[in-house]
């Protein structure tokens, strides 16, 4: 007897994963996938993802043309994760004001641009998830940090006045805050993989990006009772 | 990382006879755990609930420090050592501020809070014999934004918020995992005693919830059992001392 094609009988969520070419929004991507979605990854390279999108995402209408073309290719989504970033320590006093530009318009750009983009149409579904990636710097300041954690703090203020104008209509809003975490973000010698350092932290150790994108998953799949919520695998770092 | 199984774990899960401590008692069972199920008195329900999952019932006042340690004790011969402790009991009481009497103050305390640092206590010996742990302590949404009538359970809510922050930061190197739960309104036996209190029926006690949680309903108890399986996996580390807030985006404090 011949069995019916199943992805004719189930049709996977779907996902946008900014970011997803390395580190934690690669780990995302993956995450997803083995839950069984399919996975949009946009990123300044290819991400090897169901659909690539190659983009800047400070730019807002090549997020917006990206997104489209996941609804034309993949359909409607489901899910969208800002995990896109990079990360840079300069002493506040040395900041220049491109800069201090560049590092808002990526990660408070890039999650604006992202959610303006998806959360229309998942307020007209009255379903849908959005995870913005912030940082524990934004809860817990750092030296040298200013203009990365201004940034991330910005993301924390967008996710939880969005979760109170859009919840209503079923659209969760949430935001993972990592504490360092073993990516290629942080550079060999960066004073976070220095060993006084990771013996200052109750885990004793880096986060992994793997436990970032579970918490990510848990977020998007499991906590249908959560939004508005800043949830932060720090390794204890900020308590 | 797939969803958390708990094959060969034993989780203690408090104050089980109903409401939420049923509700993970049952989530941690599906998932391959040997659940142990304590409530304050010898209930039918609680055995009912541990036949039904394949677990262990176990009786015990956790404010009461002697009881806790018994318990643990039989626990410890019957079925095993705890790998998990979900500290989810809880006593309520409301009443305005300066007419809430000193025993009631006390009950609220002895169970929540001290309840808790009780349990900790007697699960860490086993835990540190094992090399690894998982607690989970549901807080409320009370304990942190505070709650008017509510003195003594918002103190004792806020009080498990500062024993999970400590407590993470001090066991973590121990790879012993403490972090907590903070739910907003649930759909617990509680809120039948809500609507008894105020003279409307139980839809009606709903409704007047709902209308303050912008994602436009209360929370069942699966959604916290789901938050508490994530927090208890033993894979995550990453996680410690913190409070995931499981309350429909009721952010903001109200009165």
């Known amino acids: 007897m011949k069995m019916p094609d199943s992805s004719s009988m189930t049709k996977s969520p779907i996902a946008i994963v900014t970011g997803a070419a390395s580190g934690i929004g690669a780990a995302i991507a993956s995450e997803l996938k083995t839950r069984g979605w399919l996975v949009a990854g946009f990123d300044l390279r290819p991400a090897t993802s169901d659909c690539d999108v190659v983009l800047d995402m400070s730019d807002y209408q090549a997020v917006a043309k990206g997104v489209d073309l996941v609804r034309q290719s993949l359909g409607q989504i489901n899910a969208a994760v800002s995990a896109a970033g990079y990360y840079e320590m300069i002493p506040a006093a ?8 560049r590092m808002l318009h ?53 996710i939880r006045s969005l979760a109170t104008e859009v919840s ?44 970032i994108a579970y918490v990510v998953g848990y977020l998007i799949e499991e906590a249908t009772f959560t939004s508005g919520e800043i949830i932060s695998p720090n390794s204890g770092a900020v308590i | 990382m797939s969803i958390p199984t708990y ?8 104050g089980a006879a109903q409401g939420m401590g049923k ?63 979900i500290s989810n ?24 809070l001290n309840g808790t640092f009780w349990l900790i206590q007697a699960a860490l010996p086993g835990m540190r014999a094992s090399g690894a742990g998982r607690i989970v302590v549901i807080s409320s949404i009370w304990g942190i934004i505070g709650w008017p009538e509510a003195t003594a359970y918002s103190a004792s809510k806020a009080g498990l918020v500062s024993l999970v922050k400590t407590l993470g930061r001090e066991l973590a190197p121990e790879n012993i995992i403490v972090n907590g739960i903070a739910p907003g309104v649930i759909d617990t036996p509680q809120l039948q005693v809500d609507a008894d209190a105020a003279g409307i029926p139980l839809a009606e006690m709903h409704q007047i919830y709902a209308k303050d949680i912008p994602l436009g309903r209360i929370g069942v108890p699966e959604e916290i059992a789901k938050t508490a399986a994530m927090l208890a996996d033993f894979r995550m580390q990453a996680l410690v001392g913190q409070i995931i807030q499981v309350n429909g985006a009721e952010i903001r404090g109200r009165v």
């Not at chain 1, 040395?94 to 530009?101: C, F, K, L, P, V």
């Not at chain 2, 998932?31 to 176990?58: F, Q, T």
């Not at chain 2, 409301?94 to 609220?108: C, G, I, L």
């Open chain 1, 168 to 211: 209503g209509s079923g659209v969760r809003v949430n935001g993972v805050a990592p504490g360092p975490t073993d990516t290629p973000l942080l550079a060999a010698d960066s004073p976070w993989r220095a060993p006084e350092y990771l013996a200052t932290l109750p885990s004793r150790r880096l986060a992994k990006p793997e436990e």
């Open chain 2, 89 to 112: 009991h809880a006593y309520m009481s409301m009443a305005p501020f300066v007419s809430y009497n000193h025993e009631d103050w006390w009950k609220v305390v002895e169970t929540n």
């Open chain 1, 94 to 101: 040395e900041i220049t004001e491109e800069q201090w530009n």
């Open chain 2, 7 to 14: 094959a060969g774990k034993v989780v203690l899960v408090t």
């Open chain 1, 106 to 158: 990526v990660h408070l750009g890039g999650a604006f641009n992202l959610a303006q983009a998806v959360i229309p149409d998942m307020v007209e579904m009255k379903s849908g998830a959005f995870v913005g990636v912030t940082s524990e710097l934004a809860i817990g300041g750092g030296s040298e940090d200013v203009h990365y954690a201004a940034a991330k703090g910005a993301i924390i203020g967008l």
């Open chain 2, 23 to 85: 509700v993970i008692a049952q989530t941690f069972a599906a998932r391959g755990a040997k659940v142990v199920v304590n409530d304050r008195v010898d209930d039918p329900r609680l055995h009912e609930l541990a036949n039904a999952i394949g677990g262990y019932a176990a009786v015990a006042d956790v404010s009461k420090r002697a009881e806790v340690f018994a318990m643990f004790e039989r626990i410890k011969s019957d079925v095993g050592p705890i790998d998990v402790l």
